[in-house]
Structure formats: structure tokens, C-alpha cells
């Protein structure tokens, strides 16, 4: 069965230091990846799907398939960057779009 | 947001009471998903819907039942509300471009 891990439940940093949010999954197909974010008391938005390799407000994720991991990074966070981040994992195929998420990682970006 | 609203967004109810949450739609989406979210233990999914009359368990659907009968209704009913199903809920949809999913405001449930 598919898994995802985010190691940690918390991360604090200051503004202006870089951040990398860690993500490992195990699959044994080919996954697809996303990370989510929940600012407080809001709905989740997606954030950054890594078919795409796009970056939003400054933040990239690169799949490493050798490592299984998807961490997600920002060079200079920022304090709007204190939310909820949840790592997510969709395995295609018959699975009916489900997702599996990560236990999440809080980040708190300090002034 | 998608055109996913929930309803009630707060309810307080009492150990033993049937609850029923409503997920609403306006984008004619095929596959919905309901799933609960408490601290340490991420999203969960509880149910989903790949169609009209078309359900299925997710890992966490003991205690739990649901309904769709129109495309754009996903309901989730707690047949008898117990402290452990004090939760946030969030509905899902999933996206017409690949497998994100695009989620609701949540419902916060107290179950006293």
C-alpha cells in the first residue's frame, strides 16, 4: 500500500532563511505528487502538482525518484509562509483519484 | 474554490445523535471525496463517489455512511455521533486536468 511520510510535525524558521519541507512516499508505481497548503482555519489550496514544476510564491519541488521524495523549498521564507503544509500522493490508475495525504508539517516563520 | 461549499460550518451535537454534513458542487464533477482531518494524523479519507449512486470506503469509514444521489450532493451522515468523530471535515472534488483535488471550507464538528 501507498504511504507518505512528512518527518516533521513542526518547523520553525526566520524570515528570510531558506526552508525545505521534507516528503518521502513509498509506491511502486509511478506516482504523482502535490503538496497542499492550509492557512489558518482555511480550506487546503493546492499549492504545486510536480508534473508541472512550476513555482508558486516562490516555492519548487523536485520528485527524486531514486530517494522517493518530494521535498518542497523556498529559498527566503516569508511570514505569510506560516500555514499548514500537507504532502499528497495520487497513484492514478483504477485508485478513483484518491489521494493519500502526509501527516501535514506546520511552519511558523519568525520576524 | 471551485464552487464547493459545506454546510452546516460549525455543529455541536451530542454523543448518540445522527449528523449529517452536506457537500455541495457546482461544477458537475464526477469523483467526490469526504475526509476527516485531525492533528498528527493528516487527512483521512472516510468515503468517496465516482458517480450518482456510486460509493465506496475509504480507511476511516467505520461509524460513517454516505449518499449521493444527485451529481452535485455528496452527503456524509454519522449514524450515531461519538467523541471520536470530533473533527474538521472537508469535502472534496477532483479536478477535470489530472488528480489534484480541490477541496471545501470544512465543517468543524464538536460531538459532545
Known amino acids: 500500500a501507498q504511504r507518505v511520510t512528512q518527518p516533521e510535525k513542526l518547523l520553525s524558521v526566520f524570515k528570510g532563511a531558506p526552508v525545505e519541507l521534507k516528503c518521502n512516499y513509498s509506491y511502486s508505481g509511478s506516482p504523482e505528487l502535490f503538496w497542499y497548503v492550509q492557512y489558518s482555519r482555511q480550506r487546503l489550496q493546492l499549492l504545486l502538482r510536480h508534473i508541472s514544476r512550476e513555482s508558486i510564491k516562490g516555492f519548487t519541488a523536485d520528485l527524486n525518484k531514486g530517494e522517493t521524495s518530494f521535498h518542497l523549498k523556498k529559498p527566503f521564507a516569508q511570514e505569510e509562509d506560516s500555514a499548514m503544509y500537507y504532502c499528497a500522493l495520487a497513484t492514478g490508475g483504477t485508485s478513483y483519484g484518491k489521494l493519500t495525504f502526509g501527516q501535514g508539517t506546520i511552519l511558523t516563520v519568525h520576524p | ?112
Not at chain 2, 43 to 72: F, N, P
Not at chain 2, 85 to 102: D, M, N, P
Open chain 2, 1 to 112: 474554490d471551485a464552487g464547493i461549499t459545506q454546510s452546516p460550518r460549525h455543529k455541536v451535537t451530542e454523543t448518540g445523535t445522527p449528523v449529517t454534513l452536506r457537500c455541495h458542487q457546482t461544477e458537475n464533477h464526477r469523483y467526490m471525496y469526504w475526509y476527516r482531518q485531525d492533528p498528527g494524523h493528516g487527512l483521512r479519507l472516510i468515503h468517496y463517489s465516482y458517480g450518482v449512486k456510486d460509493t465506496d470506503k475509504g480507511e476511516v469509514s467505520d461509524g460513517y455512511s454516505v449518499s449521493r444521489s444527485k451529481t452535485e450532493d455528496f452527503l456524509l451522515t454519522l449514524e450515531s455521533a461519538t467523541s471520536s468523530q470530533t473533527s474538521v471535515y472537508f469535502c472534496a472534488i477532483r479536478g477535470l486536468a489530472g488528480e489534484e483535488q480541490f477541496f471545501g471550507p470544512g465543517t468543524r464538528l464538536t460531538v459532545l
